[in-house]
T-cell receptor
């Protein structure tokens, strides 16, 4: 049972380039999330998808778009990367998405924007 | 504004000692709290959770205490081992606009266990 799988693990971009971070879960969870983690800032929610077919903004959505492709997959896209988007990105999933169920996290994507 | 935060940014303990990691929250309406452990290069892992109708919950070597009067949460680790070295996050269930609920994470605290 793989849990939450993220790709790639590492990525270096130049300012203005675009890329998509992929995430898939095999736990049949309804809800999926994208967080970014910066030193001293903790985990901040970028976007989430409470259920297949829905997406909503989190705390820091600017500069990002998401797609809930199906129940298993939730991708995060940077259309025009900026140095401020240098961070570690985590995908997570949960069963109900009501916030009272624990989140299961992927192993993260370390992104550097030069 | 409302926040979830940790009192201590770093904690160093000797192997075998008990560790206590503290967390303060400011939203008195929060009714669910959770602790995560994050090892270097990995994603956060669930440790233990507690609902506001409880003041104590125990797991394997870990205990979470909730004091709603002073809005304080703590994680106690018994007989700390080198494998417990990690960053620990507390998180609070917070109701967002529109009625949805999300977990809000604190900034994290690094625990170092010395052999």
């Amino acid at each position: 049972n793989a849990g939450v799988t993220q790709t790639p693990k590492f990525q270096v971009l130049k300012t203005g380039q675009s890329m998509t971070l992929q995430c898939a879960q095999d736990m049949n969870h309804n809800s999926m999330y994208w967080y970014r983690q910066d030193p001293g800032m903790g985990l901040r929610l970028i976007y989430y998808s409470a259920s297949e077919g829905t997406t909503d903004k989190g705390e820091v959505p600017n500069g990002y778009n998401v797609s809930r492709l199906n129940k298993r997959e939730f991708s995060l896209r940077l259309e025009s990367a900026a140095p401020s988007q240098t961070s570690v990105y985590f995908c997570a999933s949960s069963m109900t998405g009501r916030g009272n169920e624990k989140l299961f996290f992927g192993s993260g994507t370390q992104l550097s924007v030069l | 504004g409302e926040s979830v935060g940790l009192h201590l940014p770093t904690l160093s303990v000797q192997e075998g000692d008990n560790s206590i990691i503290n967390c303060a929250y400011s939203n008195s309406a929060s009714d669910y709290f959770i602790w995560y452990k994050q090892e270097s290069g990995k994603g956060p892992q669930f440790i233990i959770d507690i609902r506001s109708n409880m003041d104590k919950r125990q797991g394997q070597r870990v205990t979470v205490l909730l004091n709603k009067t002073v809005k304080h949460l703590s994680l106690q680790i018994a007989a700390t081992q080198p494998g417990d070295s990690a960053v620990y996050f507390c998180a609070e269930k917070r109701r967002a606009q529109g009625g949805s609920e999300k977990l809000v994470f604190g900034k994290g605290m690094k625990l170092t266990v010395n052999p």
